[in-house]
C-alpha cells in the first residue's frame, strides 16, 4: 500500500513539476520503477543477473531501506524474502540466500562483510549495530546426514535451525554459526571460529568449537585510553 502510495505522490509532483496531467507522469513512474525488476528477470539465469534482479528490488523499494550501501557483486535470492533494517552495508561478493520459505532479517546500522553466505532457508535474525567481517558463514539449515546412511547425502533430507544475532555483536573474518545458535547482544565471535552453541550475551568466544574465552566487560579499557575522536559509527566503517 505505501509503494503505490508513493508511486501516486511522485507521478503527482512530476505533473506539478513539468506542467502536464497526471497519467503520463504515472506511466513514466512506472516504467522507471519496474525497468531494474525487469531487467534482472530477463537475466536471472546467471549470477549478474540475480544481481541485478536484486537492484531493481531495492530500487523500487527503496523508501524501505533508507541508506543501504549494497556492493557490487552482492547476491540475493527470494529478496522478498529479506528485511534490512536502515543504514544497512552489505559488502560485494556477499550471499544472502532467504529462500522461498526462509527469511533474513538485518537490523539498522548493520553491515556485513566481503563474501560472506547467509543461508537464511531456516530463519535468521541479525540484530542492529553489529558488524559482520568478511568470509563469515551463517546456516540456518544443514544436510541430514544420519537419517539413513544406506541413502547418499543428497537424498538424507536436510533440517533447519532458525539462527538468532544480538545486538551490538561482532563477527570476526573466517567464523561459521552453524544451525540452531542464538548469539547474545554485545558477544564476540573470534575469528575462524565455529559456533555450535549459544553464545550468552557479552562473551568473547574463540575457536573450535567456539567456547568462552572472556567476558568483555571485565576486559573494558578506561574511557581516557580511547581516541578523543572515539565514534562508534567512524569505527564500524573502519573495520
Ligand atoms: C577474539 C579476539 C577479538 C580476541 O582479541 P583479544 O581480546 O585481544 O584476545 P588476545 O589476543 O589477548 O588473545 C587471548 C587468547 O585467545 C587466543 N585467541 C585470540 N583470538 C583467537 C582466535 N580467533 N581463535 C583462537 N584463539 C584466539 C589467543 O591466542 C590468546 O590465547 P593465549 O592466552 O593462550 O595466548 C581476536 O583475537 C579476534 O579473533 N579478532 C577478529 C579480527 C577480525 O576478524 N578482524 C576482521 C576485521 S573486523
Same mark, same amino acid.
Given at each position: 500500500m505505501r509503494g503505490i502510495r508513493h508511486l501516486f505522490v511522485s507521478a503527482v509532483l512530476? +505533473? *506539478? +513539476?513539468?506542467?502536464?496531467?497526471?497519467?503520463?507522469? @504515472? +506511466?513514466?513512474?512506472?516504467? *522507471?520503477?519496474?525497468? &531494474?525488476?525487469?531487467?534482472?528477470?530477463?537475466?536471472?539465469? !546467471?549470477?549478474?543477473?540475480?544481481?541485478?534482479?536484486?537492484?531493481?528490488?531495492?530500487?523500487? /523499494?527503496r523508501w524501505r531501506t533508507s541508506g543501504l550501501q549494497l556492493d557490487r557483486g552482492v547476491q540475493i535470492e527470494c529478496p522478498g524474502n529479506l528485511q534490512l533494517g536502515e543504514n544497512v552495508?552489505?559488502?560485494?561478493?556477499? /550471499? @544472502?540466500? *532467504?529462500? =522461498?520459505?526462509?527469511? %533474513? *532479517?538485518?537490523?539498522? /546500522?548493520?553491515? %556485513?562483510? =566481503? !563474501?560472506?553466505? %547467509?543461508?537464511?532457508? &531456516? &530463519?535468521i535474525t541479525i540484530g542492529g549495530g553489529c558488524s559482520i567481517s568478511s568470509l563469515v558463514s551463517i546456516y540456518s539449515v544443514s544436510n541430514h546426514y544420519h537419517h539413513d546412511p544406506q541413502l547418499p547425502i543428497v537424498d538424507n533430507g536436510v533440517h533447519y535451525g532458525p539462527v538468532?544475532?544480538? !545486538?551490538?555483536?561482532?563477527?570476526?573474518?573466517? +567464523?561459521? %554459526?552453524?544451525?540452531?545458535?542464538?548469539?547474545?547482544? /554485545?558477544a564476540v565471535v573470534g575469528a575462524g571460529a565455529v559456533v555450535n552453541r549459544d553464545?550468552? $550475551?557479552w562473551m568473547v568466544v574463540v575457536g573450535v568449537p567456539a567456547r568462552i574465552l572472556k567476558d568483555r566487560?571485565?576486559?573494558? =579499557? $578506561?574511557?581516557?585510553?580511547?581516541?578523543a575522536s572515539h565514534d562508534k559509527a567512524t569505527h564500524r566503517r573502519s573495520a
Open positions: 512530476r +505533473a *506539478a +513539476a513539468s506542467g502536464s496531467t497526471i497519467m503520463p507522469s @504515472l +506511466a513514466v513512474e512506472l516504467i *522507471a520503477r519496474s525497468s &531494474g525488476w525487469v531487467a534482472g528477470t530477463l537475466l536471472q539465469r !546467471n549470477a549478474f543477473g540475480v544481481e541485478r534482479r536484486c537492484r531493481g528490488f531495492m530500487r523500487s /523499494h552495508t552489505l559488502f560485494g561478493g556477499t /550471499h @544472502l540466500v *532467504a529462500g =522461498r520459505s526462509g527469511q %533474513i *532479517a538485518v537490523g539498522d /546500522h548493520t553491515h %556485513i562483510g =566481503r !563474501n560472506c553466505v %547467509i543461508s537464511g532457508l &531456516g &530463519g538468532q544475532i544480538g !545486538n551490538d555483536v561482532w563477527i570476526g573474518t573466517g +567464523a561459521a %554459526i552453524l544451525p540452531g545458535v542464538t548469539i547474545g547482544d /554485545h553464545v550468552p $550475551p566487560r571485565e576486559s573494558q =579499557r $578506561p574511557s581516557s585510553l580511547l581516541p
